[in-house]
């Protein structure tokens, strides 16, 4: 399985993003579809996860602001995020996570302006 994350880019504060993380390969079962973030000097930090029973969980500094969803015809989770504020610049990953692997993109990078 490969994860393809793409959707980063430079917004101002108070705008929107979306990301997406297209996974590509066969898995089946319960899995496990997350983004993470990592901002410069800090350890990547969990944003938000999203089961394939449809549980969600978000980090307290996402909740309100960022929302996890899924396509399962693309077979693609995205992150939409608004109200964007500085500290949420970072590199944002997406993982998967079966009973048997985890799976990490190659990071999309989100720069928050003032």
């Known amino acids: 399985v490969q994860l393809q994350a793409s959707g980063g880019g430079l917004v101002q504060a108070g705008g929107s ?23 410069p000097g800090t350890q990547r930090e969990l944003v938000a996860t999203l089961t ?39 590199v944002y990953y997406c993982k998967l996570t079966t009973p048997r692997e985890e799976y990490w993109g190659q990071g999309t990078l989100v720069t928050v302006s003032s």
């Open 52 to 90: 394939s029973t449809g549980n969600t969980n978000y980090a307290d500094s996402a909740k309100g602001r960022f929302t996890i969803s899924r396509d399962n015809a693309k077979n693609t989770v995205n992150l939409q995020m608004n109200s964007l504020k500085e500290e949420d610049t970072a």
């Open 17 to 39: 993003l979306r990301l997406s993380c297209a996974a590509s390969g066969t898995f089946s079962g319960f899995n496990i579809r997350a983004w993470y973030r990592q901002a």
